[in-house]
């Protein structure tokens, strides 16, 4: 193993430069403003928690997970995502607040490397999670909400895939009960999209042709609120049917909410099945192929922490926000850049305090040995500096 | 070894609870906003280096260290502080932009616990560095923004302790010529604050009259510009009057930036002793113990990145401050409660959505099962809430 050099860092960590900062911090604010309007106050939680508790609640797998002892030889985890830790929060700290609690985040979470090259370590989430409500309409909020931040972060156009991992239990334990290897494979491959692999593990399956018909037409289910009624006709299975109607119902709020022209239903879309327990929600921007958010209720998480309760919930992707936004708006703030010799320091001196505290300016003091007189730098449109001369008149003339 | 519980946290770290994140959230919008207007921009970098980069690199005790391992079996640590880290950067990714360069950033950092109880593992600091000039004035501009800084977090009285390195190295050096373990042992008990160990050790030094007397002399050089006077006289090695000359044209710059009230000329204070190359400083809050902020000048960090340049800046101790401020200030804002049933649900969603969009407010809606009107929810002074009886009429007139 050949030590690291000077300039180096690990795998899959990053440097946020000045302008890139500038714009994260914009997305963090306007979502963390957002939140907040909507009754969400935001909560910082510790980067280590115990593998044991948080680190086995969270849904990261466990190879993913960054691992470190403490003194005692106790198994220590950079926080995977928020949402557990809020869960321990919720169900200690906060153990005598009474239900629904909102809370929102914009935290930095650790993914330790797949094998694949180019995937984030360390990247940053913003989101909310709300405990204590099982309704439908704790569901919309959440989406409604989640609609709200992406215009709030500055994504154009989006359109959020809504699903329910009851839909698809309840269809497959009724068309092919106790089978559960087989259900898995055919979840995985929705997880996936890979409905090609779908269709051939349906064929290898050798099920009837009414059952593959119908587990084919599972595929066609994505679109408006006719989605729920066809979705309804293709079981009888009371999991799935309850599924179909809780759906409708969020559907319904949603309208009410005025947001279902960014809504598409769509019943092959389901989260991480093992973690989430109803709706599941998966935001898509223009020209991305990932999902800029996601988020669904998740009724068990809980109950792992000693306070069985039902939440929902969901986060933005936020760099992947910040890459789609990369190249847009001109982040470029003007700065002015006062140089002075001992002679008219003073002067200089009290001239910037001037204008940081009166004008609000970004102003750069430097000593200049030449005794130049006075200059003013601001940034080009692509980023580099060109100097250009500003007397002091100039100066007082921008103070008035 | 217990397995830990389901509510536990590892030791030394911590959940910050809204009105808390609401008052951190205030000091570093406000820091950076500060050091913005100075001209300082905000840089983020991983929370994972590399051990033999910045891990060495930093000025934390290697014990201290939060240490793992990368795929690869390469060690890593958790940033311990961020000087390193933007030595980095500066030397890296920034190594075409020319200097001087000023940057910001409000972070976490990572201390695996002393033995005693109770110290932090992970906390906040927010400051800045400037890389690239080598003046009294960079120095003094460091030190007239931690002021600003200071003030602009709410931080009402404190003195800032200057001293520099130089001077004791120095002085040591000509007191003590060649006994470096004696030289390490004063500087420790200084750095310790630790003034009667200080006159214990010269007196079992057993020097000469005179030295003994002009190394006590060291403890009374505490004041302001007379001190460079009285230093100038106790010495005649070059390194040690080098030090008081260039702490005099620091004092000289910070009368024109008008800050010197809160300026201590502290001779006897040294900061880290292996790290720090020239002026040092802390900040001390009235009713603290303990620095708010240290800084100082730091000439070899950036050769070790291969970018040989000098250095000054200063870190905030933003938990301290925000312990040093938790009884001041009401952050409670107030809240609206829309409840709902499904007859008046769009009504209620609209009229949030009005006051969230057009009047900023902060509105929670919830479905409300038996069908009650509409109630507000403000949290009182104590943070505990109480509902009050709000009509519909009352929301429209409020809107106006």
Redesign the interface.
């Known amino acids: 193993?050949t030590?690291?050099?000077?300039?180096?860092?690990?795998?899959g960590?990053?440097?946020?430069?000045?302008g890139t900062?500038?714009r994260?911090?914009k997305i963090e604010t306007n979502v963390l403003e957002c939140m907040?309007?909507?009754?969400y106050?935001?909560?910082?939680?510790?980067?280590?928690?115990?593998y044991?508790?948080v680190g086995v609640a969270s849904s990261t797998s466990d190879r993913k997970l960054?691992?470190?002892l403490?003194?005692?030889?106790?198994t220590?985890v950079?926080r995977s995502d928020m949402t557990a830790?809020i869960a321990?929060?919720v169900?200690?700290?906060?153990k005598s607040t009474p239900l629904?609690i909102?809370?929102a985040y914009h935290a930095?979470v650790?993914r330790?490397?797949d094998e694949e090259a180019g995937r984030d370590?360390?990247f940053y989430q913003t989101g909310v999670e709300l405990v204590g409500?099982a309704?439908a309409?704790?569901d919309a909020?959440a989406v409604a909400l989640a609609i709200a931040c992406l215009e709030a972060a500055g994504v154009r156009k989006f359109r959020i895939a809504l699903g329910h991992v009851g839909f698809l239990n309840g269809l497959l334990e009724e068309m092919l009960p106790g089978r559960q290897e087989d259900q898995q494979q055919l979840k995985q491959c929705l997880l996936d999209r890979d409905f090609v692999g779908y269709r051939k593990a349906l064929v290898d399956l050798r099920l009837e042709p009414n059952v593959q018909r119908e587990l084919e037409g599972i595929l066609r289910l994505r679109g408006g609120q006719e989605i729920c009624d066809q979705a309804g006709k293709l079981t009888r299975d009371r999991v799935a049917l309850e599924a179909v109607s809780h759906l409708c119902e969020v559907w319904e709020?949603l309208k009410?909410?005025?947001v279902n022209e960014h809504v598409l239903i769509d019943l092959t879309m389901i989260g991480d099945f093992s973690y989430y327990t109803g709706m599941t929600f998966e935001g898509y921007a223009e020209a991305l192929g990932f999902p800029v958010c996601n988020g669904g209720r998740y009724d068990n998480l809980l109950t792992?922490?000693?306070r069985p309760s039902p939440a929902t919930g969901f986060a933005l992707k936020t760099n992947r926000i910040l890459e789609l936004l990369g190249k847009e708006g001109n982040d470029a703030t003007g700065?002015v850049?006062i140089l002075y010799d001992a002679a008219n320091?003073?002067q200089a001196?009290?001239c910037a305090?001037e204008m940081?505290g009166k004008h609000?300016?970004?102003?750069?003091?430097?000593?200049w040995p030449e005794g130049k007189a006075t200059e003013s730098i601001r940034p080009n449109e692509d980023g580099t500096f060109t100097w250009q001369d500003v007397t002091y008149a100039d100066i007082l003339e921008f103070l008035g």
Do not use: C, H
């Not at 030590?3 to 795998?11: I, L, M, N, V, W």
């Not at 960590?13 to 000045?18: G, T």
């Not at 169900?91 to 906060?94: E, G, K, V």
């Open positions: 193993m030590k690291p050099r000077g300039f180096e860092k690990p795998a960590v990053k440097d946020y430069l000045p900062v500038a994260l911090r907040n309007r909507w009754g106050d935001e909560i910082i939680t510790p980067t280590l928690e115990y044991d508790t960054f691992k470190l403490d003194r005692n030889g106790t220590m950079l830790p321990r929060v169900a200690s700290t906060l629904p909102r809370l930095n650790f330790a490397m370590a360390e409500d309704s309409d704790a909020e709020v009410e909410y005025g792992q922490f000693g700065r850049l320091r003073g001196l009290q305090a940081r609000g300016a970004a102003v750069e003091t430097r000593k």
